[in-house]
């Protein structure tokens, strides 16, 4: 038996950098330094587990979709432990929303076969996390997403997935597609040995020709949705401060009662 | 005047609040049409015609509870086929979301996610989002097919707005999909009494400053003084001193309420993502130089453990 695990993976710009938006009201990229997205090294980290954790022959793809820098996102999931990775790159592909990334994705998940895709909780800047959602649909297959917990056993994926209201117990049949929390365990840093093993991993281009779409069906241009103003927020206005001199907490409540929330 | 789809997020009947708030945005560009799915369907009729639904559509089957999404998936598309609708509106919650997105795919829509506003426009409804950190503003509509509009909690008032709520029984066939992901055990989460975190006018929040979960007592106190949701930054949630549920920031809640108190909580850019569009926000901080000083209207530099049980102390005072 033999497992394909593919994890998708996203290269965005670094949350604590100054992020804004380029004239095309699409993410600025330039001036921002990116990295891989910090909720996808959870979705490397559970695919390597499951790995580890099976008796099968299992081999780990990383997947992304981006521009010639997202590299470095790919870089450092096949040196936390990944066996090749895959770069989706066209010039066409700037400014896609989330359908259609999600037709990119699926038609490259497709074509690089795979029994199970792991994907993060949602990216750190676009924050959407409807992707996976979006991808188990596009293939037809079970969506098990939002796990905390995930185990994959004789053809089966089971996890739990922490809702508001319930935490909830999943089964699906695999092939399938998982999302995975930050609660579903720490992501491994890459080891010196796994940072060299990474250089020598194979990194596929592909492009959208490879991928049969067609340029109308992806890009800012073709996109589902426009973004028609992106408006800095005023700074807040600075408030008052005070020292607490025994006195802070008494304060603070005048201040609550002043605004009615006393 | 055109309809809009609002599904219903409900408990067994009980309509929760974020569904009455997409009521009165989805009046603002339409007549709002109710989908209200699984047990207990039939009884969310009332509140849903004293907030403005002109017509609910129901359908109970045990499908909604014993899997995962997809079943909710075919029950919107089929409320779509059969209404025509200007706009479908549904919460932004995690489950919601992954609603809209698949039902937004099936009808070749875009989507737009966690709106906090909503207004008609001239070429459909235009959504204002809050992103990067809340350190933006976005108008954004959809541009292809109806709009699937997920809005965040807490983006709009409840108001009395007595409609019809024309009862219809809708018709769903399930897909092939609907069964995929099977629901095997579900453990509901212990009441806290409290209200719940994204839905709440007030949130009280602790940090790191709190060393240690027995010490979230102080803010539990607080919290109860004013009727308020506990919250918890990731460190406090890392650390074990609270659970995860309560998490607000990048990848735990995002709240909006009239109040957001944050107590030994320095204000990492992870913790602003998540309350950054708070109305009102205070701080209770021992370090002077924290970034939460930058968003507060009112902020004390001083010792939570003296300051938080004397605000305590006096709005119980205050209140009698």
């Known amino acids: 038996m033999s497992l394909r695990i593919v994890v998708t993976v996203k290269y965005v710009p670094d949350a604590t950098g100054d992020r804004h ?16 997205s910090e909720l996808d090294e959870y979705a490397v980290e559970q695919a390597l587990q499951i790995a580890e954790n099976s008796d099968d022959d299992v081999e780990v793809t990383v997947l992304t979709v981006g521009p010639e820098d997202a590299k470095d996102a790919l870089r450092k999931a096949l040196s ?62 079970p969506q098990v997403t939002l796990l905390s917990e995930v185990n994959v056993e004789d053809g089966k994926v089971t996890g739990r997935r922490d809702g508001d209201a319930a ?18 365990g720490e992501a491994r840093y890459p080891s010196f040995k796994g940072i060299m093993a990474a250089k020598k991993k194979p990194v596929e281009s592909w492009d959208l020709s490879d991928l049969d779409i067609d340029e109308d069906e992806v890009g800012l241009e073709n996109a589902y949705t426009t973004v028609e103003s992106a408006s800095e927020r005023p700074a807040r206005t600075a408030g008052t401060i005070v020292k607490d001199e025994g006195e802070g907490g008494k304060q603070l409540a005048e201040f609550l009662a002043s605004q009615k929330f006393i | 005047m055109a309809e809009v789809l609002v599904y219903v997020d409900h408990v067994d009947g009980a309509v929760r609040k974020p569904t009455l708030e997409l009521l009165t945005l989805a009046r603002r560009v339409g007549e709002p049409v109710a989908v209200a799915l699984g047990n207990g369907a039939g009884d969310t009729v009332a509140t849903l015609a004293e907030h403005g639904a002109i017509k ?38 995690a489950e919601g979301k992954e609603i809209a997105a698949r039902l937004a795919l099936r009808l070749g829509s875009g989507i737009i996610t966690d709106a906090v506003d909503l207004e008609a426009g001239d070429e459909g409804p235009v959504a204002t989002q809050s992103v990067f950190a809340a350190s933006y503003t ?129 204000g ?20 002077a130089e924290a970034p939460i000083f930058e968003l507060v209207d009112f902020g004390v530099v001083g010792d939570l453990f003296d300051v938080v049980p004397q605000l305590t102390e006096e709005i119980k005072t205050r209140k009698g």
Request: charged residues 20%.
């Open chain 2, 138 to 266: 976005t108008k954004s509509r959809v541009s292809k097919g109806t709009p699937v509009i997920t809005v965040k909690p807490n983006s709009a008032a409840v108001e009395a707005a007595p409609a019809a709520g024309a009862v219809e029984s809708l018709s769903v066939t399930f897909s092939e999909q609907a069964t995929g992901t099977k629901v095997t055990g579900r453990t509901p989460r212990e009441s806290t009494g409290r209200p719940e975190l994204t839905e709440a006018a007030i949130v009280v929040s602790g940090g790191r400053g709190v060393n240690g979960a027995e010490n979230f007592s102080i803010i539990e106190a607080l919290a109860d003084s004013l009727g308020a949701a506990v919250g918890a930054s990731r460190a406090a949630v890392d650390a074990g001193w609270y659970p995860h549920t309560n998490q607000v920031g990048q990848t735990g809640k995002s709240v909006s309420p009239q109040l957001y108190i944050a107590n030994g909580i320095s």
């Open chain 1, 80 to 141: 936390m432990g990944a066996d090749k990775a895959i770069h989706v790159e066209d010039d066409d592909l700037h400014g896609t929303d989330a359908i259609g990334t999600s037709l990119v994705l699926a038609k490259a998940v497709e074509k690089a076969g795979y029994d199970l895709v792991v994907s993060g909780m949602a990216s750190t800047d676009g924050t959407m996390g409807v992707v996976p959602a979006l991808l188990a649909e596009r293939l037809g297959v």
């Open chain 2, 56 to 93: 609910v559509l129901t359908h109970e089957a045990a499908e909604y509870a014993d899997y995962l999404v997809v079943p909710k998936v075919d029950a919107l598309q089929a409320a779509h086929q059969a209404v025509s609708p200007a706009a479908v509106l549904v919460s932004s919650s």
């Open chain 1, 167 to 184: 935490s909830e117990q999943l089964e699906a049949s695999l092939p399938a597609v998982v999302s995975v929390t930050d609660q579903s």
């Open chain 1, 21 to 36: 938006f380029a004239d095309d009201l699409t993410v600025d990229r330039d001036d921002v330094d990116g990295l891989l």
């Open chain 2, 268 to 287: 990492a850019i992870q913790h602003r993502a998540g309350m950054q569009t708070s109305k009102t926000i205070v701080a209770v901080n021992k370090d």
